[in-house]
């Protein structure tokens, strides 16, 4: 039983020509990519989107090896990246960076033959008559062959990039990862070098990996978009993927997404007002509100989208893998920066939340001195009678047994505060104030749907 489980499971790796396992990356020890876990397919085109800083390079530094994960595989061809050693990676993936500067005067020739440099003997061997094939057939294919004996130091952008681009086709790789081919580029150059990635995807069966941010190209060169944010909010084709509410969500801005008349893929435009923006897309008012942090959200998450509850949730901090998960599954994500405590706005935007919800469900989250302001925001939402559900965690047994006669219930609490106390004082409260805890998720779903309360409810806010 078990040697056909370990025999399926290769099967899977060995079509995957890149597949990333339950992989987390950090820089100095700051986590930034939490659980990311992807297979590519031989030949796909594959686009990755995501705001500045969601680690959309990071990641395909990851995929070619130039950066080791603190945890989880990676594979290529079935086999961890780091045995090929750098020349047999160097051999199978070629990497298109944002931008490249030489420090020497070397000409487009030159800088394309580099190219080769995984293939040769040594760094000052030869290059073969195939070698020097190769490497015509590369500047043509890139369209760089009128620009050989120009330095390219002294090319525009555009050109650059191209060349760029021949440089990683003489590497003749069976993975090519672009890191935004299209940033500098005028709007013809950006057609022309998507084109030119599609037609080696297409003609060569080179499988393409691309960190792309504009939308529109996205959806018309990539079959395959995953939607990043410090791990994989989406991943499927354009028309699931560019859905205005989730897009709104992780760019914090409402977009239009439609198909212009004539035009085969779809088109992505921002909003023409502030008004526009503010419309919810979905419709879908939240009635139920979370707050969670540290991957404590997770399973209530599941469970609320499984049983079709749309809920709001926050605030979370981006790159907390309960985001992440988030903004897949909530209708509404209240989102601070990384790191960053909660500020007066965020705050604020918790609050108008909590005055348009039923009911509010604080999950079995450490309590530390960034989220306690979350905490009096659950408080003065019980004092104005809004039902709170307190979730204890089953990995903690209950404080119960040594609490005082006639003290509430605080559940796990104690073992999750962080505030000196602090954290305990509001849960007391919170009970006095009538919520009420509760042992499973199974309860908390039973509590939510025999309530089934309208949404609406508003309470006052100086309380
Ligand atoms: N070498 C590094 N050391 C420390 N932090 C880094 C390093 N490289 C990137 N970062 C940080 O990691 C985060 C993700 O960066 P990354 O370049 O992967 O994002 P990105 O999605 O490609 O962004 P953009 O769209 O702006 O190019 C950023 O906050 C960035 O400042």
Redesign the pocket.
């Known amino acids: 039983m078990v040697k056909s489980e370990n025999k399926a499971s290769e099967t899977t790796a060995t079509s995957a020509v890149m597949q990333l396992s339950a992989v987390s990356f950090g820089?100095?020890r700051?986590p930034?990519l939490y659980d990311v876990s992807l297979r590519i397919a031989p030949g796909e085109m594959v686009g990755l989107l995501?705001?500045?800083?969601?680690?959309?390079?990071?990641?395909l530094?990851i995929l070619s090896g130039v950066l080791q994960p603190q945890e989880g595989q990676v594979l290529l061809e079935g086999r961890e990246l780091t045995q090929w050693g750098r020349r047999g990676v160097a051999r199978r993936i070629a990497v298109v960076p944002?931008e490249l500067h030489m420090p020497f005067a070397f000409t487009v020739e030159h800088m394309v033959s580099l190219g080769r440099t995984p293939f040769i003997s040594s760094f000052l061997g030869t290059r073969t008559k195939q070698d020097l094939a190769i490497v015509q057939d590369a500047m043509q294919a890139a369209g760089v062959s009128g620009l050989a004996e120009r330095v390219f130091n002294e090319l525009s952008g555009g050109e650059r990039q191209r060349v760029m681009i021949a440089m990683a086709l003489a590497q003749q790789p069976a993975v090519l990862l672009l890191?935004?081919p299209t940033s500098h580029l005028d709007i013809r150059y950006q057609v022309e070098t998507l084109e030119l990635v599609q037609e080696l995807n297409r003609e060569r069966g080179m499988t393409v990996v691309a960190?792309i941010?504009d939308l529109n190209l996205a959806a018309r060169y990539f079959p395959r978009l995953i939607l990043?944010q410090r791990g994989v909010v989406a991943d499927a084709g354009p028309a699931e993927v560019l859905e205005p509410g989730l897009l709104k969500r992780v760019y914090g801005i409402g977009v239009q997404v439609g198909i212009l008349r004539g035009a085969k893929h779809l088109s992505i435009l921002p909003p023409y007002s502030e008004e526009a923006n503010e419309v919810e897309e979905s419709g879908i008012e939240p009635s139920v509100h979370v707050i969670a942090g540290g991957g404590s959200g997770e399973r209530l998450m599941r469970a609320l989208a499984d049983a079709h509850i749309p809920f709001s949730i926050g605030a979370l901090n981006i790159g907390d893998s309960d985001h992440t998960l988030a903004l897949r599954l909530a209708t509404e994500v209240i989102t601070e920066q990384?790191y960053a405590p909660l500020s007066s706005e965020t705050l604020k935007q918790v609050r108008a939340r909590l005055a348009h919800v039923s009911m509010l469900i604080i999950c079995p989250t450490p309590i530390g001195p960034g989220n306690l302001m979350l905490l009096h925001e659950a408080l003065l939402a019980a004092q104005n009678c809004l039902p709170v559900l307190l979730l204890n965690s089953q990995d903690f047994p209950s404080a119960s047994k040594d609490r005082e006669p006639g003290e509430p219930e605080i559940g796990d609490i104690v073992s999750r505060d962080y505030t000196g106390g602090e954290g305990i004082k509001i849960v007391k409260q919170l009970l006095q104030a009538g919520a009420v805890s509760v042992m499973s998720i199974g309860e908390a779903l039973e509590v939510i749907k025999k309530r089934a309360v309208t949404p609406g409810r508003t309470i006052s806010s100086d309380n």
Do not use: I, M, V, W
């Open positions: 820089y100095e700051k930034l995501g705001p500045n800083g969601s680690g959309k390079t990071t990641l530094r944002q890191d935004e960190a941010h990043f990384p």
